[in-house]
């Protein structure tokens, strides 16, 4: 049931907001950048958890490890303001 409330719920907003359905509700699946939205809101989830038990050194480490080195500079560049 879940699924089909956020099948219909993404096929408004892509009505409302640009103008064309994302074509949800007529195939079942999930467009792939509703599927991106959703592993991305999950990842982040996974990255972000640990720092709320204190486990910030663990969070920096996996970061450092996943995350591009031109996301890393950007966050030291962000982090010396």
Known sequence: MAK??????FDVIGDLVFAQSFGCLGNSEYHPWV??????????????GP???GLV???????????????GTHRENMQGR
């Open 4 to 9: 089909w409330y956020n099948l219909t719920t």
């Open 51 to 53: 720092s709320y038990l």
């Open 57 to 71: 050194g663990f969070v920096d480490f996996w970061v450092g490890i996943f995350i591009p080195k031109l996301a």
């Open 35 to 48: 599927s991106t939205i959703f592993s991305s809101v999950r990842e982040g989830a996974k990255a972000t």
